[in-house]
């Protein structure tokens, strides 16, 4: 059993969401936590002076009130958004907070991912932790 746990969830995360917290705590001891993180992708360099001042943290601090709404009165369960690349975030957040378990989805592979890789793939290869990778 795992006790200190990170899902994963895309801002459109929808009905994944349930999945994935299913699992999560499925695989949770006694007294275990599960972190929900969504990463908010950054903006390349070479577009930011399109966005008006601030909109990147704006949107950050947004999806952080959504998930703190939505998971409000759950005690095991703690929320975070942060800017970053999606899965090089995970990799860090997990390592650094001590999480022993990723619990993350992911599509069907496809064309693009021989090329560029998903990011439950990167997140596989790299984990130092056990990675529960859902479908």
Partial sequence: MYTNILVPLAPDHGAVKDKSLDVARKL??????????TVVETVPAYLT??????REEANRRQIAQ???????????IAV??????PAQTILDLAERDGHDCIV?????????DLFL????????R???CGVHVLR
Avoid: D
Avoid at 80 to 85: C, S, T, Y
Avoid at 104 to 112: F, R, T
């Fill in 28 to 37: 949770m001891g006694p007294g275990g936590r599960i972190t929900v993180l």
């Fill in 49 to 54: 002076h399109y966005l008006e001042a601030g």
């Fill in 66 to 76: 959504e998930l703190a709404a939505e998971f409000a009165g759950t005690p095991e």
């Fill in 80 to 85: 975070a958004a942060v800017l970053g690349h």
């Fill in 104 to 112: 993350i989805a992911s599509h069907k592979p496809g064309l693009q």
């Fill in 117 to 124: 890789g998903s990011t439950a793939a990167r997140v596989v």
């Fill in 126 to 128: 790299h984990a130092q």
